[in-house]
T-cell receptor, first 112, second 114 residues
Framework: KQEVTQIPAALSVPEGENLVLNCSFTDSAIYNLQWFRQDPGKGLTSLLLIQSSQREQTSGRLNASLDKSSGRSTLYIAASQPGDSATYLCAALTSGTYKYIFGTGTRLKVLA | KAGVTQTPRYLIKTRGQQVTLSCSPISGHRSVSWYQQTPGQGLQFLFEYFSETQRNKGNFPGRFSGRQFSNSRSEMNVSTLELGDSALYLC?????????????FGNGTRLTVT
């Protein structure tokens, strides 16, 4: 059974800092891994999707990597800004069941 | 392109009542999935519909049901509401095929059961 874990649960950093969010999954048989951000009381916004055959994806200041063999994905945010404050969730699309399993998220606060 | 639309945004119901939530996916998307989000349990998968057929199901009681129409719009129904059903219900759409099909979420329906 796929389990997805995100550590830390919360993170507070000063503006301008580069930071890394972690996502671990127990079953490496995945189709893809997707990163989202969620603002309070809102739905999830898709940030990056990495297919299982890929190692990384980039969009602006965001870079996501995938290492299936170790069951890990990281989301790198460069030069963080207060507008980056949100909860970040990862989700793995598991082979066989074709279901997305979500992590519990990392709540990020970027201080001005 | 319009995003995923969920209605209503907020609902207040009493224990024992039933409720229907609606989701309109992005045009051209054939897959609609539903999730329940609570502070204690996080995001939990309810079910997914693809071309009007339930393709996947989570571990929720039979009080939770759904359907999808020929235009891909989907509804979710919860009968005999319990206090524990209070949550943010999120709908997501995707093309539903292949590994390069991201999920797109609506803003959710906040259900409060009193």
């Amino acid at each position: 059974k796929q389990e997805v874990t995100q550590i830390p649960a919360a993170l507070s950093v000063p503006e301008g800092e580069n930071l890394v969010l972690n996502c671990s999954f127990t079953d490496s048989a995945i189709y893809n891994l997707q990163w989202f951000r969620q603002d309070p009381g809102k739905g999830l916004t898709s940030l990056l999707l990495i297919q299982s055959s890929q190692r990384e994806q980039t969009s602006g200041r965001l870079n996501a990597s995938l290492d299936k063999s170790s069951g890990r994905s990281t989301l790198y945010i460069a030069a963080s800004q207060p507008g980056d404050s949100a909860t970040y969730l990862c989700a793995a699309l598991t082979s066989g069941t074709y279901k997305y399993i979500f992590g519990t998220g990392t709540r990020l606060k970027v201080l001005a | 392109k319009a995003g995923v639309t969920q209605t209503p945004r907020y609902l207040i119901k009493t224990r024992g009542q039933q409720v229907t939530l609606s989701c309109s996916p992005i045009s051209g998307h054939r897959s609609v999935s539903w999730y329940q989000q609570t502070p204690g349990q996080g995001l939990q998968f309810l079910f997914e519909y693809f071309s009007e057929t339930q393709r996947n199901k989570g571990n929720f009681p039979g009080r939770f049901s759904g359907r999808q129409f020929s235009n891909s719009r989907s509804e979710m129904n919860v009968s005999t509401l319990e206090l524990g059903d209070s949550a943010l219900y999120l709908c997501a759409s995707s093309s539903g095929t292949g590994s390069n099909s991201p999920l797109h979420f609506g803003n959710g329906t906040r259900l409060t059961v009193t």
